[in-house]
């Protein structure tokens, strides 16, 4: 756990770091899209955001609901969603097993945390964290509803990987990790970071309210770029042609 909210942490302060100016975190980070890449109820991802403890949840209560999630959210390519037959098809099961798990805990969910003997029951014997390994491995198979956390994961994901019940700090760590990628090679870019964090057509709209001097020092500074940019291609290309008459 500890270990969950130090990645989280850390992650979310690498993108405060790489937020622009005139930016802020609200406008990188999706609060919707998060909860849809990792299962993570909106309400929660926000007080996960804002450093807050998420509330305690049932394993099975989290593994059901991420099911639920996962159809209503992954979508087969017409937009309908995947069947409970066509799901349980996939690592043999029954679909009244799939939907009898399924009904009977969103009607009557747990309200405390499982004891260490049930989870032992219930859940893989071994889970690897996302945060330790950098990816996202199987965990080994420890009762009925391991094997069903391990078939409906290799149905949405290709292989079993932890999502459906993993700790909501990681998901959201996981989940934030394509928004990291992007600012830092935004970071990288400074065409794209211009086009991120002003955009060119904002800042066109603004060009009336500078003042001449200020907004030639604008033209000027884009133009710089541009001219950098050309000359690196001229040298990758004559590079290549030296490199080709070579041979």
């Known amino acids: 756990m500890r270990e969950t909210r130090r990645a989280l942490a850390e992650t979310l302060r690498r993108i405060g770091s ?85 009904n009977s805990r969103r009607k009557t969910p747990s309200s405390r945390m499982p004891s260490r003997q049930s989870l032992s029951q219930q859940l893989p014997s071994e889970q690897v964290s996302w945060q330790q390994t950098g990816e996202r491995r199987p965990a080994r198979s420890g009762g009925p509803l391991a094997s069903t956390q391990a078939g409906i994961e290799t149905f949405f994901f290709g292989q079993p990987n932890g999502w459906l019940s993993a700790e909501p700090q990681a998901s959201l760590d996981n989940a934030l990790q394509s928004v990291l990628r992007g600012l830092e090679g935004e970071a990288a870019d400074p065409m794209a970071r211009l086009r991120s964090t002003h955009g060119l057509r904002e800042l066109a709209a603004r060009a009336p309210q500078l003042a001449e001097e200020e907004l030639q020092l604008v033209t000027d500074w884009i133009d710089t770029i541009l001219q950098r940019r050309n000359a690196q291609r001229i040298r990758g290309s004559e590079s290549d042609s030296a490199h080709t008459e070579g041979h």
């Open 18 to 102: 790489l937020i622009g100016d005139g930016q802020s975190r609200d406008d990188v980070l999706d609060v919707e899209q998060l909860s849809n890449e990792s299962g993570v109820p909106r309400d929660v991802v926000r007080m996960l955001l804002d450093g807050e403890e998420p509330p305690a949840e049932d394993i099975t209560d989290r593994i059901v609901r991420r099911i639920v999630h996962l159809r209503e959210t992954r979508l087969r390519p017409d937009g309908t969603r995947h069947s409970y037959d066509e799901i349980a098809a996939s690592y043999g099961a029954s679909r009244a097993s799939l939907s009898n798990l399924v």
